[in-house]
């Protein structure tokens, strides 16, 4: 099972393995262009993006995503 169906996720997770998107997009690398930026977008349902934060420690990811998506 995939990580999203394991934990029953309501929402769809994105993997950009070759950095097509990550280019796209213009995320910046960090350390010498040798570990790629963690950035989180979130997408409402009209597909327009709401919010963009960019910062290297996962955790405060998750909640900035939990206090955007409590606010849409």
């Not at 993997?15 to 040798?34: A, E």
């Not at 989180?40 to 996962?58: E, H, L, P, R, V």
């Amino acid at each position: 099972d995939s990580f999203a169906q394991k934990y029953n996720l309501p929402f769809i997770l994105l993997s950009d393995k070759n950095k097509k998107l990550r280019n796209l997009f213009g995320v910046p690398t960090h350390f010498f262009g040798l570990v790629p930026a963690r950035v989180t977008y979130i997408i409402d349902k009209q597909g327009k993006i709401i919010s963009i934060f960019n910062s290297i420690k996962a955790t405060v990811h998750i909640q900035h995503a939990l206090k955007m998506i409590k606010n849409m």
